[in-house]
C-alpha cells in the first residue's frame, strides 16, 4: 500500500522560508522520479519540481528557480523541498507523487501560507 506522508508547511511572512518533505512507502522510492505538486485556492493542482531517481531536478516554476531547492534521500525514500525568499504567490497546498500518467493515490497535502 503507497503512502506519501506531506509535512512542514506553515505560516510565513514574506522573505521567509519553510522545508517540506515527504515520508513515501509501498512502492520502489529509488527507482522512482519524483516531483513536488501545489494547487492554490480555486486553481487546479499543477506540477512544480521534479528530481529523477539520480538527482536531476526541474523546476516548471520558473520563479521559483534560484529560490526552492527539491531533493531526494533514496535510503530515507524521503523527498523535501526547501522554500526560501517565499512570496505570497507561493501559497497553497503542496503534495508529493510520482510524475506522469500513473501517479499514486494523493497524501493529505501540507499547507504553505504566505502573509505578514
Known amino acids: 500500500q503507497v503512502q506519501l506522508v506531506e509535512s512542514g508547511g506553515g505560516l510565513v511572512q514574506p522573505g521567509g522560508s519553510l522545508a517540506l518533505s515527504c515520508a513515501t512507502s509501498?512502492?520502489?522510492?529509488?527507482?522512482?522520479?519524483m516531483g513536488w505538486y501545489r494547487q492554490a485556492p480555486g486553481k487546479q493542482r499543477e506540477l512544480v519540481a521534479t528530481?529523477?531517481?539520480?538527482?536531476?531536478?526541474?523546476f516548471y516554476e520558473e520563479s521559483m528557480r534560484g529560490r526552492f531547492r527539491i531533493s531526494r534521500d533514496n535510503a530515507q525514500k524521503t523527498l523535501s523541498l526547501q522554500m526560501n525568499r517565499l512570496k505570497p504567490d507561493d501559497a497553497a497546498w503542496y503534495y508529493c507523487?510520482?510524475?506522469?500518467?500513473?501517479?499514486?493515490?494523493w497524501g493529505q497535502g501540507t499547507q504553505v501560507t504566505v502573509s505578514s
Open positions: 507523487n510520482t510524475v506522469g500518467n500513473d501517479v499514486f493515490p
Open positions: 509501498g512502492f520502489i522510492f529509488n527507482s522512482a522520479s
Open positions: 528530481i529523477t531517481p539520480r538527482g536531476q531536478t526541474y
